[in-house]
Every structure is written in structure tokens, then in C-alpha cells.
């Protein structure tokens, strides 16, 4: 209660109390959380009216109490007696509560991320744990007679359980809960554990019937219902069941193949199947284990819990059988507490197991089974949530073990199909391989042709030939490697033989052009060869007359001099020739001018004048031997300057150019000189 000393708000506790309710203790009641919230208003009230009479402030999570209690008086006479919590709200409207007031506050705000939680949502979680905890203490149970109260007139039993409310919804659900413990007891006469102590009747009676309802709606909300349903009653349309019906179906199992296929072989004995069989094991050991883990249950005790569900029990949870000697009848569970030492535990294992391993492996769970669960250290909220979550890996993977039976069943197109995949690796491979192609099987010629495979493939195992498949991947996938490879080292000779070929033209185009760049160069000589030739001959012809006139009559010694020194005096001397360019056409010229430049015609005539005045008294011969003279000094002259690299070649140049520069005109007045000394001389 508040405390509003000094204007701070406190809470103290004043009083308290707990209190629980089974189904148990009234078949005919439905046990949901607002039956509780309204149980927990009425034991409130039954303490604060003796205590209080003020007004009061009662805040809970439950929106639908809070609706019934504003509703309490409405229509009473009319509607009372088919309300749900009938039982209760009556009680209420005795205390009468008119100054009383239900407040909501939002329940569980502790597991929405990022809210902050006022000081009454503290409080409704703080009492949600209290409540939580209130299922181990037996003396707070409540039952029958306290909550229904004694008998009166008007009131509606069955089974000798008073309804309390929704008439129309119980009697259809009591109805349905006769029938299914009816077939119950038929199954367990032969089904039972061997150390079953109870009746069939009474075993069945024990079955939790409320944790079954929640899992069979939450099976219908999802689709799975039906199947569930036809698992446990055994009305799978097996091979078994069908053969019956239609003589030409052989019966065997559709997966291997080995034996006659009914609901047993197919959950318990089936190879083909053993992976889901085995993933079913593996997901309820881990259910069990990690919800009781974290308790303070027992470990030992953990794992006496999980041998309830091995691969050892499941070979009794089998369905119908062609014949009913095959059937395993009675399940012997004794392993189970074989490592239990505490009595009090074995007789708990006992108590849940006396149904045997076909209940079990159906989803019928004792009652005791939580309870047993709360009392052996875990809290009431693990313990249903291990028994849930049991139930639903349980009824998945026995749906997944059917569905995928009729997986391969159904499609009919199951081997032929792998038979078609086969044909088709077949073929890849050999293509890869560069084989030849059949065109019958699409492979090589040794190959089997698709009704051959087919047929050889009906005596396979599903396993068996997705093994041989995936070898038959491996190979086609090497090969199709083999393959591009070979052709990548082929594409690579074929580019170094391009490569090669390219090579090998450019070096003939290259020999080409240095062959015609050659002869340009030969044809260019010769045509210069052939030019001084003519300018030479040319040479001759015009400067060549006098001389021969003036050497007539000698030896032929003298004529060769006569005649080749007018040429060499007339010819300069070019050095080596300049080649034409690579592309053609004609040889660039050189630097400083083509041709040399001749001696002017004066230099000349004032040279020859000065040479003829110092001989003139010498005799005719001497004068004769003087010029041979001098033509040998002017040839070597000609020499020295040719060898005298830059300077004396601009030089020389310079003087050839003057010589050049007389023309015709210049030589014509050289030779009148030249015979007019020669007359004074005589």
C-alpha cells in the first residue's frame, strides 16, 4: 500500500497470499490466464472486505477482467449461467466492491527493448514472478468446492464436473475428449509400458488433455493438423494399406525398396530416412537439455528425461503392421532410471512413462509430467515451455518423415528423372572428353540407353544413386576442366603461330624495303657516275684542242698526261656520294651548296700571266717540262686539301666555285692567252 509521508510515495506489504487452480480438479473447466486474473480479484477481496472498507485501486494486466467486472451486474438472470467463470463472478457479486476500481497496466514491459518502466509496471512484474512461482506450493491449490462452491439448483454437470460457463464450446470439447480417450484405451491395452501398474482406463485419464488442445490448435493454425492426426491414428495411405485396395502395387516400401512399407518401418526402420530419424533425436535431446539445463533440476535426472525420447524407444512407436505378430506390442523403459538413485525420482519416471512409447512418441504426455518438472527444481514457465516445444519437434519431423516418403512416393518422375540426369552427365562428360555420341543413349556407345538405366535403376536406393550422381558431377566437371584447358593451350599455339607468321612478314616487309632502299641508292650512283661522265666528256671536248695540238708528235706517255690533266683540273673532287631517303625521291642536299665553285676567269688569266712572265727565258723544252711539273704539284695539292678535313674543304670549295664561275666564255679567253705566250716564247 501507498505511504504518503512526506510527500514520497513508498510501498509496504500489508498482506499476502497465493493461490492455483488445475484442470485436474474440474474436467469441465477451461483454464486461461483470465480465469486466473479474476481468481486472483476474488481472493483480494475475500481479505480486503474484511479489513477495508474504502475505496480501492486494483491494477492488473488483464483488459478482459477488468470488462467483466464493470459487466458484473448486467443481466445476471439472462446470461449468468453460460458466462465464462461463471463460478466466480458470482462469488464477486456478493462482496459487492461499488467502491471498487480495476486499473490496466501493460503487462510484461520488461521484454519491450528500449521502454522505460513506470513504478506499476515494476510492481505487475514483480507479482508476475510471485504467481510464477505459487505452482510448487500445493497447499495454495485450489479445488473444486472452493471455487464452485456447493451445489445449487440450476447447475449443469458432467462426468459429475460442474460447467462454468461457455456451455456450448465445453460439451463439444468434453465430446471430443470421451472419443479420443476411448481410442486411447484401445491402444494402450496393447501399447502399454511393461511395468504399467494402472488400468488402460486409468492411464489414459492421465493424459494432459489441455497441453494437447494447445498443441492441436496451434497445429491447425498452421496447416498440420490433419497430418498429425492421420500419423496417430495410423491412416497413412502407405504401400501396406494400398495394396489391399489395388493388387497390382507390390507393397514394398517406395524408399528402399527392402521391405513391405507400413507406418512402422517407415518412422522406425526405413534407411533411406535414418538422417530425419536421427535430426528428429538430435532436436529433442536439445530441447530438453536446454531448457532444464539452466534450471536446478538434476542433470542426471536431465538425461534420464532424454532417454524418454532416443532412438532406442522409437522402435515402439510404430502404427499398423500387415501383420499383427510383427507388431511391437508392449515398450520396456527401464533404461530410462537405470542411472536414477533417488526413489522419488524413479517412481516420477515411472508414473510418466506407464503409457509407453507409442503414447509417448504420439505427444500424449502425463500431467505429471510438468508438475513432476516444477518439483524437481524448474520453474513452472520452463517446464511448460520444455513440454511444448517437445510436442511440436516430435509432431514437425514425424510430418517431415512422411512428407518426405510421399516425396519420393508421389513423384513418379523420382528415378526416371535421376535417370535422365545420369544420361545427361553421360553425355557432358563425353563431349568434354571428345568421345563419340551415341545417339540412342547420348553418350559414348557403351553406354546404357534410358530404359535400360530405368529398369537397372529400380532395384537402387534413393541414396545410393544421388552417390553415384554426385560422382558422376565430379567427372563431368574434371572433364569439362580437361577440356578447357586443352583449349586454352591450343588458343595459346594458335597465338604464338599468329604471332610467329606476323613475325615473319614484317621481317620480309623490312628485307623488302632495304632491298629497294639499296637499289635507289645503286640507281642514284650510277645516274651521278653517268653525270660526271658526261660533264667530264663535256670537259674535254671544250677545254681538250690546244693542248693537243701543242703535244702532237710526242710519246704516248704525253698524250695521257695532256689528256687527263685538263679533266682532273676541271672535274672537283665530291667524295663519297649522299643516298637518297628511305622514302624515295631525290637526295637531300648538303650543307654549304652542291656544287664548287670555280676560280674566276681573271684569278686565272693573272695566275697563268705571272707563271709565263718567270719562264719566259727558258728554252722551249724546259718550259714543257715546267707544266708537267706543275700539274703533278697542282694534283697534289688537290690531294693534301681533299684529306685536310672542314677547313681546307671550305676553302677548296670556295676556289672550284671561282673556277666554275668562268663559264665557256672565261676558258675561251684562257686558250688566247695561252697561244699568244706560246707565239712570243717561239
Known amino acids: 500500500?501507498?505511504?504518503?509521508?512526506?510527500?514520497?510515495l513508498t510501498w509496504s506489504e500489508v498482506a499476502n497470499g497465493a493461490g492455483w487452480e488445475s484442470e485436474w480438479d474440474n474436467r469441465a473447466t477451461v483454464q486461461t490466464s483470465t480465469r486466473m486474473e479474476t481468481m486472483g480479484v476474488l481472493r483480494a477481496a475475500d481479505w480486503a472486505t474484511v479489513k477495508w472498507n474504502g475505496p480501492t485501486k486494483l491494477r492488473l494486466d488483464n483488459k478482459a477482467t477488468i470488462t467483466r467486472f464493470d459487466k458484473r451486474y448486467e443481466r445476471v438472470?439472462?446470461?449468468?449461467?453460460?458466462?465464462?467463470?461463471?463460478?466466480?463472478?458470482?462469488?464477486m457479486r456478493k462482496h459487492g466492491l461499488n467502491n471498487w476500481k480495476l486499473e490496466w497496466v501493460k503487462g510484461h514491459a520488461d521484454k519491450e527493448k528500449g521502454h522505460v518502466l513506470t513504478k506499476h509496471e515494476t510492481k505487475n512484474i514483480v507479482a508476475d514472478k510471485l504467481a510464477d512461482a505459487i505452482y510448487e506450493n500445493e497447499e495454495a491449490r485450489e479445488t473444486e468446492s472452493s471455487t464452485v462452491g456447493p451445489p445449487t439448483v440450476g447447475q449443469i454437470r458432467i462426468g459429475g464436473h460442474v460447467l462454468t460457463g461457455n456451455i456450448t464450446k465445453t460439451l463439444a470439447r468434453m465430446a471430443k475428449e470421451r472419443r479420443a480417450l476411448k481410442w486411447m484405451e484401445k491402444?494402450?491395452?496393447?501399447?502399454?509400458?511393461?511395468?504399467?501398474?494402472?488400468?488402460?482406463?486409468?492411464?489414459?485419464?492421465?493424459?494432459?488433455?489441455?497441453?494437447?488442445?494447445?498443441?492441436?490448435?496451434?497445429?491447425?493454425?498452421?496447416?498440420?493438423?490433419?497430418?498429425?492426426?492421420?500419423?496417430?491414428?495410423?491412416?497413412?495411405?502407405?504401400?501396406?494399406?494400398?495394396?489391399?485396395?489395388?493388387?497390382?502395387?507390390?507393397?514394398?516400401?517406395?524408399?528402399?525398396?527392402?521391405?513391405?512399407?507400413?507406418?512402422?518401418?517407415?518412422m522406425t526402420e526405413c534407411r533411406e530416412l535414418n538422417e530425419t530419424r536421427n535430426e528428429m533425436a538430435k532436436n529433442i535431446r536439445d530441447v530438453i537439455t536446454r531448457n532444464l539445463g539452466e534450471s536446478e533440476m538434476d542433470k542426471t535426472l536431465i538425461r534420464a528425461i532424454t532417454k524418454i525420447w532416443s532412438k532406442e524407444t522409437m522402435r515402439h512407436a510404430a502404427g499398423r503392421d500387415e501383420s499383427k505378430a510383427h507388431r511391437p506390442k508392449t515398450s520396456n523403459m527401464e533404461r530410462v532410471w537405470e542411472e536414477i538413485a533417488a526413489p522419488e525420482q524413479i517412481a516420477w519416471l515411472k508414473n510418466i512413462t506407464e503409457g509407453g512409447a507409442r503414447m509417448l512418441w504420439d505427444g500424449r504426455i502425463h500431467r505429471e509430467f510438468i508438475s513432476g518438472m516444477r518439483r524437481f527444481g524448474a520453474t513452472n514457465g520452463r517446464?511448460?515451455?520444455?513440454?511444448?516445444?517437445?510436442?511440436?519437434?516430435?509432431t514437425e519431423h514425424k510430418i517431415k518423415l512422411v512428407d518426405e516418403r510421399h516425396k519420393i512416393k508421389h513423384k513418379e518422375t523420382e528415378k526416371p528423372r535421376m535417370a535422365m540426369e545420369i544420361i545427361k552427365l553421360w553425355k557432358e562428360a563425353d563431349?568434354?572428353?571428345?568421345?563419340?555420341?551415341?545417339?540412342?543413349?547420348?553418350?559414348a556407345k557403351q553406354r546404357m540407353s534410358l530404359e535400360e538405366l530405368t529398369k537397372h535403376l529400380r532395384d537402387k536406393s534413393i541414396k545410393s544413386i544421388q552417390e553415384w550422381i554426385e560422382r558422376l558431377r565430379l567427372q563431368e566437371t574434371a572433364?569439362?576442366?580437361?577440356?578447357k584447358r586443352r583449349e586454352r593451350s591450343e588458343k595459346t599455339k594458335t597465338n604464338l603461330g599468329r604471332v610467329e607468321e606476323e613475325r615473319a612478314k614484317q621481317a620480309a616487309e623490312t628485307k623488302q624495303k632495304r632491298t629497294k632502299r639499296t637499289q635507289a641508292i645503286t640507281k642514284w650512283l650510277k645516274s651521278q657516275e653517268e653525270d660526271e661522265e658526261q660533264e667530264n666528256d663535256k670537259a674535254d671536248k671544250q677545254g681538250g684542242g690546244g693542248k693537243r695540238r701543242r703535244t702532237s708528235g710526242k710519246g704516248e706517255k704525253g698524250k695521257e698526261t695532256q689528256t687527263t690533266q685538263p679533266t682532273k683540273t676541271a672535274t672537283?673532287?665530291?667524295?663519297?656520294?649522299?643516298p637518297p631517303p628511305p622514302g624515295g625521291g631525290r637526295p637531300a642536299a648538303k650543307r654549304g651548296g652542291g656544287k664548287r665553285p670555280r676560280k674566276t676567269a681573271a684569278r686565272a688569266v693573272a695566275g697563268r700571266r705571272r707563271a709565263g712572265g718567270q719562264k719566259e727565258t727558258e728554252g722551249r723544252g724546259r718550259k714543257r717540262g715546267g707544266e708537267k711539273t706543275g700539274g703533278e704539284e697542282e694534283r697534289r695539292t688537290r690531294r693534301k686539301s681533299g684529306e685536310g678535313g672542314e677547313k681546307g674543304?671550305?676553302?677548296?670549295?670556295?676556289?672550284?666555285?671561282?673556277?666554275?664561275?668562268?663559264?665557256?666564255?672565261g676558258g675561251e679567253e684562257v686558250d688566247e692567252e695561252e697561244r699568244e705566250a706560246e707565239e712570243k716564247g717561239d
Not at 438472470?77 to 462469488?91: A, H, I, S
Not at 674543304?649 to 666564255?665: A, C, D, P, T, V
Open 187 to 266: 491402444e494402450l491395452q496393447n501399447h502399454k509400458a511393461e511395468h504399467a501398474e494402472n488400468e488402460a482406463e486409468q492411464i489414459a485419464s492421465n493424459i494432459d488433455m489441455q497441453l494437447l488442445r494447445e498443441h492441436a490448435t496451434k497445429l491447425a493454425t498452421h496447416g498440420k493438423f490433419t497430418k498429425y492426426i492421420k500419423i496417430v491414428h495410423s491412416a497413412v495411405a502407405t504401400n501396406n494399406v494400398m495394396v489391399r485396395r489395388d493388387r497390382k502395387e507390390s507393397g514394398l516400401c517406395p524408399c528402399c525398396g527392402e521391405k513391405p512399407e507400413t507406418l512402422h518401418h517407415l
Open 649 to 665: 674543304g671550305k676553302r677548296k670549295g670556295e676556289e672550284e666555285g671561282e673556277e666554275e664561275s668562268m663559264g665557256e666564255g
Open 431 to 443: 563431349e568434354a572428353n571428345g568421345k563419340g555420341v551415341n545417339s540412342a543413349t547420348g553418350g
Open 1 to 8: 500500500m501507498p505511504d504518503l509521508k512526506n510527500d514520497t
Open 383 to 394: 517446464a511448460k515451455k520444455t513440454a511444448k516445444e517437445l510436442l511440436e519437434k516430435i
Open 479 to 483: 572433364a569439362r576442366d580437361k577440356r
Open 77 to 91: 438472470k439472462e446470461q449468468d449461467w453460460k458466462r465464462p467463470d461463471n463460478d466466480l463472478w458470482r462469488q
Open 572 to 578: 672537283p673532287k665530291r667524295g663519297p656520294p649522299t
